[in-house]
Every structure is written in C-alpha cells, then in structure tokens.
C-alpha cells in the first residue's frame, strides 16, 4: 500500500512563494481504489469546493520527475463524500 499522505509542493507565481502542505496525489488514491484517476481530476475541477483545493506538485518516480494533481488534505472527505 502506498502512503497516501504526504507534503506537496504548491507553486505560485513567484518562486519565493513555493509552500508545503499536506495533500494526496489523486493517481495513487485512485490506483488504490480501483478507479481512473483522469475521471477523478476533471470532477474534482467541475466541482466549486474542490477546484480550489486541487494543485499540480511535482511527483519522483521511477521514470523521473512529474507533474501530478493533488488534493489539499482538508477536501479529501468532501471528495470520498461524493465518490
């Protein structure tokens, strides 16, 4: 099983302003549970709450550094709520 939770990285305009939260990055969430995590990203982008709350962080794999959507950790249970 894969940590779920972890710090991201959001990135604003300026690169003084780089800040850490927790969050989720929503293609492990969703390889955990089985579903397309693509669907999952543009709902969440649909939705008002959510989209906010939805960052891009940048993600070490295997095969390098990549770009990943996220959720900030405190629009998590609104985003199981409506799963």
């Given at each position: 099983?894969?940590?779920?939770?972890?710090?991201?990285?959001?990135?604003?305009?300026?690169?003084?302003?780089?800040?850490?939260?927790?969050?989720?990055?929503?293609?492990?969430?969703?390889?955990?549970?089985?579903?397309?995590?693509?669907?999952?990203?543009?709902?969440?982008?649909?939705?008002?709450?959510?989209?906010?709350?939805?960052?891009?962080?940048?993600?070490?794999?295997?095969?390098?550094?990549?770009?990943?959507?996220?959720?900030?950790l405190r629009s998590i249970a609104?985003?199981?709520?409506?799963?």
């Open positions: 099983m894969i940590l779920l939770t972890m710090i991201i990285k959001i990135f604003h305009s300026l690169p003084e302003r780089l800040e850490y939260v927790p969050g989720v990055v929503l293609r492990f969430l969703c390889e955990n549970l089985h579903t397309d995590a693509n669907v999952q990203v543009l709902r969440v982008q649909r939705s008002g709450a959510m989209a906010e709350d939805q960052v891009l962080t940048c993600v070490e794999t295997r095969s390098g550094a990549q770009r990943m959507a996220a959720l900030v609104c985003w199981f709520a409506t799963f």
